[in-house]
């Protein structure tokens, strides 16, 4: 009789063990349904990315406030410079290519337009981008002070 009673009690331990692997299955399962809902809805993982990057860039050392990528290759940033001293931005790199400027400097605070064409950075008009940006910069203090500004948030947006 004994017998018949440990079979019975290892048999109900092994169903619930069975019941609890698929109620955490289903879970499992509805869990991964609503973050595929959640992709879809947002549409892409750039379009997911874009927010993150667009708040780095709003309160980078050198930020980008505001951005344009038109499908011809013509570049627009609003650049704040919030670094304690002024600077002198020598190149813009976006997209791999590095772009000269010349004079195009930003005291303490100073927010100013960015304006120059970079054909690497063309594409059709409406579609998605997403381009890693960086600044090489000299300290206008100290001018043999040269420094690469890189960080790995890209611009994400739409070309216009």
């Not at 874009?50 to 951005?67: M, R």
């Not at 670094?83 to 997209?95: L, N």
């Not at 290519?97 to 100073?110: I, K, T």
């Not at 910069?137 to 611009?155: E, R």
């Amino acid at each position: 009789m004994s017998l018949i009673r440990r079979s019975i009690s290892r048999a109900c331990k092994g169903q619930v063990a069975v019941e609890y692997l698929i109620i955490i299955s289903i879970v499992l399962v509805v869990a991964l349904l609503a973050a595929n809902s959640a992709l879809n809805i947002s549409g892409t993982i750039g379009s997911l990315v874009s927010p993150k990057s667009s708040k780095y860039w709003q309160d980078a050392q050198i930020s980008i406030l505001a951005y344009s990528v038109s499908s011809d290759g013509s570049v627009s940033m609003l650049v704040k410079n919030r670094k304690p001293f002024g600077i002198s931005i020598d190149y813009a790199t976006i997209g791999g290519a590095s772009v000269g400027l010349e004079g195009f400097s930003l005291m303490p605070g100073d927010e100013k337009l960015l304006s120059f064409q970079d054909p690497a950075v063309s594409g059709k008009q409406g579609q998605p981008y997403s381009y890693p940006v960086g600044f090489n910069y000299t300290d206008m203090q100290d001018t043999a002070a040269k420094y690469g500004f890189f960080p790995s948030f890209p611009l994400n947006g739409k070309y216009s």
